[in-house]
Every structure is written in structure tokens, then in C-alpha cells.
């Protein structure tokens, strides 16, 4: 069975999230004056924790420091094959509410997620003060203080992240160039977690595996790879799943709203279905895509919500993961995790957590690919003040583990 992992909202405690803060005349004695104007993520639990941290250190506000990894920290685990997966510091404390099978190394508890300067702040009482109290510590041991590293934008909670630090090598990819290589196109279900519905889509991109082949990056020794969103927003795969080709899946009708009402219905249809019939095999080969299209049109190209701070559209590269399991009857639609049970028709598609929900690892607005382990001698991109004008030029970039510029 291919991997997964989930994103699911409040799953963290202690959160700095990816986001753009606007601070008006703020200084350490008006702390009330910082205001959320937000691009990030606001899925989690609280932001009081980012808000502490950008009090006091204002320059901070809308970069690489405006991030959960400032205080997150990611981690090499065994999956069930007993191989090492590289788990992004969203999906390391995923594990904790949507623990994978057989998997060890996994935290149990948010305190384990933490890095050592994540570790220092929560000690010192996990508010303003405490990022004050811990400033001139050397949390993660690297001869550079707390606030040296932060005023340099580097994490302080890294050892391998240091003041003056050269870029990693890092390819850039334009969408022109990715439509050059050979496109595959699929029809494809993506099966939601929570949201009421469930779709099938026919999505054309390019393998991902084949557009890493082209970039000549080498895999050997690589531990998983990250597809990142603008807002911060990561996913990890292992590398069966960005270069095997997936399962067959099984399209199934008669769930839309023409056949349930829209209270009922959980699945969305496109207008062309290929006239598949209920239960018929779906004849596309499944890959790991990074799509730049759908239904045979350009993606529309993401943005953040004003109110909410989630991202809205898709591309202009939106990653399609299709269904994975090695079981047929876990790679169905089922209604979302919000329904309650029992409450609509045909309560065998009420919602299974058993089932693989796909959707939720198919990022929105795909910028950065990440090949794990990442060097140690290189500090990486700064996705949070850089990843929207990525998404303005239809760019990628990719950059880690085997990556050498052309």
C-alpha cells in the first residue's frame, strides 16, 4: 500500500503559522496593536504563538520565521516496510492524531514535535516574555544566539541553519517548460476528509517522477519528497510514490445531487464521465501528477482568502495523487467526516476513516518540490517571501537531495 498522510485542522498546539502579519505602530509596551492581515494557513488550533514571537521581533512578519518549522521540527521515521521516510514538520505532527500502521519513530504527544528553541519557549512560558527570556540562549547548539539567527532570518532551532549561509542549489522549472515534457492525463477520484464532497476530475500534467528524470535529479539515497504551497503548507511522499505507478480505481455513480439532493449528495461529477458505468474499472494509468490542467483547462491560479486565509483555486500546478490502497473497497468516495451517520440514504457511504482520502494530499498552487535529506551546508528557499510571486510567474522550483543546477 502506497503511504499517506493527512492534513487535518487543530491538530497543532503550538503553531507558528505561515502567514503575512500587518504591524502598526507596535512596540514591546502595545503588544494589542499587531493585527492578523493573513496569506497563511489558518487551519490550526491558535496563532497566539506566532503573534508572541513577531511582538517581538517585528521583521519578522511575513518571512521564512512566519512558519511553524521556527518552533516545528520534522523527523526520519520507519515506515512499514521498515525504510526511512522524511516527514515535514506538518506532517510529523499529523502523526500524532492519524498514526500510520506499522510506521515507528512516530510522536505521540505535540511536546515531541518540537524543536530545540520550540522546546526553550514553551519551557519559559510560551509568551512574549518567553521569546524575550530565551533571546541571547543558543538553543540548538550552532555557536549563534536565539536572537542572532532570527535577525538574520535563519531558524533557531536548527543547527544546520546559520547567519550567512548560502542558498541550496535550486532549479527553477517554467510552466512552458513542463508542458514541453510527455503529458499524462487521468480521470481520477479525489476522495475528501471532512468537506461534504467527494470528486471525480480529469486532470493532465506531467509525472512527477518523469519531470525529475528530465531535471537529471538523482534519487539514490533520498528519504521523501516535499511538495510545498506558498503559504508553507507541506506534504511529504515516499519515493514509490512519486515515481510507481498507482493502483486502478473503480468509478462509481449515482451519488451527485441529481441522484441525492444537495443535502444528501457526496460526490461531484464532471459533464464528460467517459460514460463509465457504476463499478466499471477506470482505464487510465494512475500516476503521482503534477497537473497544470483540468478538464482540459488551465488551472486557475491560486490566491489567498481575505477571510479565511486558506488558498483558493488550484494551480497553475496543483499535484493529483489518486487513490493508493492495495484494497478496492478502501479507494471509494464515502461522505465527508463532518455528516453525521445514519442522517441521509444509503448509509454504507457514510464516512470511513479507513478509506484513503486522497484529497488531502494533493497541495493547491505547487511552488517547491523538496528532495529529503536536505544538505546541511546550505540554507533552502524562503518560500514565505518568495512563494506568491512563484505562483504570478508559473514557476517551480526544485532544490535538496540530488539536485545540482544545470
Not at 549563534?144 to 532551532?157: M, V
Amino acid at each position: 500500500m502506497f503511504a499517506r498522510t493527512w492534513m487535518v485542522a487543530g491538530a497543532m498546539v503550538l503553531v507558528l503559522s505561515a502567514g503575512l502579519w500587518v504591524v502598526a505602530g507596535c512596540s514591546d509596551e502595545d503588544d494589542e496593536k499587531i493585527e492578523l492581515s493573513s496569506r497563511s494557513y489558518q487551519g490550526h488550533a491558535s496563532d497566539a504563538d506566532v503573534n508572541n514571537f513577531v511582538r517581538v521581533y517585528q521583521h519578522a512578519v511575513g518571512t521564512r520565521l512566519d512558519d511553524c518549522q521556527t518552533c516545528h521540527t520534522g523527523a526520519t521515521v520507519l515506515d512499514d516496510d521498515a525504510e526511512e521516510f522524511r516527514a515535514n514538520p506538518c506532517d510529523f505532527c499529523h502523526f500524532i492524531e492519524h498514526p500510520q500502521q506499522d510506521w515507528t519513530g512516530l510522536p505521540t504527544e505535540y511536546s515531541e514535535t518540537l524543536n530545540p528553541y520550540g522546546a526553550a519557549y514553551l519551557a519559559a512560558g510560551r509568551d512574549a516574555d518567553a521569546v524575550r527570556a530565551i533571546a541571547d540562549e543558543d538553543s540548538d547548539g550552532d555557536d549563534f544566539t536565539n536572537e542572532e539567527e532570527i535577525e538574520d532570518l535563519r531558524y533557531p532551532g536548527d543547527p544546520t541553519s546559520n547567519p550567512g549561509q548560502e542558498l541550496c542549489p535550486v532549479l527553477t522549472v517554467s510552466l512552458a517548460e513542463i508542458q514541453a515534457l510527455p503529458p499524462h492525463t487521468q480521470f481520477t477520484l479525489a476522495n475528501a476528509n471532512k468537506q461534504q464532497f467527494d470528486f471525480y476530475a480529469t486532470y493532465t500534467g506531467v509525472k512527477i517522477g518523469d519531470l525529475l528524470a528530465a531535471l537529471d535529479v538523482d534519487l539514490t539515497g533520498a528519504t521523501s519528497v516535499d511538495l510545498l504551497a506558498p503559504d508553507g503548507f507541506a506534504k511529504s511522499f515516499d519515493i514509490e510514490e512519486i515515481t510507481g505507478q498507482f493502483p486502478s480505481h473503480r468509478f462509481f455513480a449515482n451519488l451527485g445531487v441529481d441522484d441525492l439532493g444537495q443535502d444528501c449528495a457526496f460526490v461531484d461529477y464532471p459533464e464528460n464521465t467517459y460514460e463509465y458505468a457504476d463499478n466499471d474499472v477506470i482505464e487510465d494509468e494512475q500516476w503521482h501528477l503534477l497537473a497544470y490542467a483540468r478538464e482540459g483547462q488551465a488551472l486557475d491560479p491560486c490566491y489567498p482568502e481575505p477571510a479565511s486565509g486558506r488558498i483558493a483555486g488550484e494551480g497553475p500546478f496543483r499535484n493529483v495523487v489518486p487513490p493508493g490502497s492495495d484494497d478496492d473497497a478502501l479507494n471509494q468516495p464515502d461522505r465527508g467526516s463532518n455528516e453525521i451517520p445514519g442522517s441521509c440514504p444509503l448509509p454504507e457511504w457514510d464516512y470511513d476513516f479507513a478509506k484513503d482520502h486522497n484529497a488531502g494530499a494533493m497541495v493547491k498552487g505547487v511552488v517547491i518540490i523538496r528532495i529529503n535529506p536536505m544538505p546541511g551546508d546550505c540554507e533552502e528557499f524562503d518560500i514565505i517571501n518568495g512563494g506568491w510571486a512563484m505562483i504570478d510567474a508559473g514557476e517551480i522550483l526544485v532544490y535538496g537531495h540530488g539536485v545540482q543546477t544545470r
